[in-house]
């Protein structure tokens, strides 16, 4: 798990990326990651203090991650 000024972003199986927040309103952040029409990604789905990304692939999941670290990052 990788901490990011109050996002954690976590593996979750083969096809997943389960990302934990404080900050941010998992439901706004959805509607974001949804907007960067990410290639991979298959669904988003808010909780209260979750997002579930749920990928096509496994070498989808690697770059999803990679990508919203970097636009976290910023």
């Avoid at 593996?11 to 900050?23: A, F, V, W």
């Avoid at 991979?40 to 919203?68: F, I, M, S, Y």
Wanted: aromatic share 2%.
């Amino acid at each position: 798990m990788k901490a990011i000024e109050g996002l954690d972003i976590a593996q979750m199986g083969s096809h997943g990326l389960l990302l934990r927040t404080d900050t941010y309103v998992p439901a706004v952040l959805g509607a974001a990651i949804r907007e960067l029409a990410l290639d991979g990604v298959a669904d988003v789905v808010p909780a209260e203090t979750t997002l579930l990304v749920r990928c096509d692939h496994a070498a989808a999941q690697q770059a999803v991650q990679h990508r919203l670290e970097e636009v976290v990052e910023r």
